[in-house]
């Protein structure tokens, strides 16, 4: 089967929205404030900055540039205490913004028209390349926190250490 960039984009883009989703509903609220230092980002924070990154980069992205007038990146990175439930929100309206956006794309026809980025033009394809490679960085921020947040209570999101051949053999390796 064979399968083109955008789809391929899309499923890579659903599956770290999947992957972190797994990971967050795994804190309390609480737990997705906690900071190591002051200097490190909460899952809280990371949130708003995607969320925040999302809006800006995807919305009207085909015809304005993609760093809005309006978004306040540095408070993306203060912790407000926001609840869980209004931390989701953020989360779901950011991927909505995505989704929105790149679904309705077509490879040969999008795929190539330039864009701007904090001025500097690129086609959609790098657009979302560079979006696709900073959503999986903050995604991995995200597992990598929680993990050391719930310690032994942690429930893996991948093959378990000491399973790969288990998990091997399952696939008829």
Do not use: C
Not at 16 to 35: M, R, V
């Amino acid at each position: 089967m064979q399968i083109g960039y955008l789809q391929s984009a899309i499923r890579e883009f659903e599956a770290y929205k999947d992957l972190g989703e797994k990971a967050i509903t795994q804190l309390s609220g609480s737990q997705i404030h906690w900071q190591p230092n002051p200097e490190s980002n909460s899952v809280a924070i990371i949130i708003k900055h995607l969320s925040g990154n999302m809006v800006s980069r995807w919305s009207d992205f085909l015809h304005t540039d993609g760093e809005k007038a309006d978004r306040n990146r540095d408070a993306e990175f203060v912790d407000t205490n926001e609840d869980f439930s209004e931390l989701m929100k953020q989360w779901g309206f950011g991927w909505d913004a995505l989704f929105s956006a790149i679904k309705p794309l077509k490879d040969d026809d999008d795929m190539r028209k330039i864009i701007y980025i904090r001025k500097k033009p690129q086609t959609v394809y790098q657009a979302i390349n560079r979006q696709l490679t900073h959503y999986a960085y903050h995604i991995g921020q995200i597992v990598y926190i929680a993990k050391q947040v719930k310690g032994q209570e942690w429930v893996n999101l991948s093959i378990p250490v000491g399973k790969s051949a288990d998990f091997n053999k399952a696939q008829g390796m």
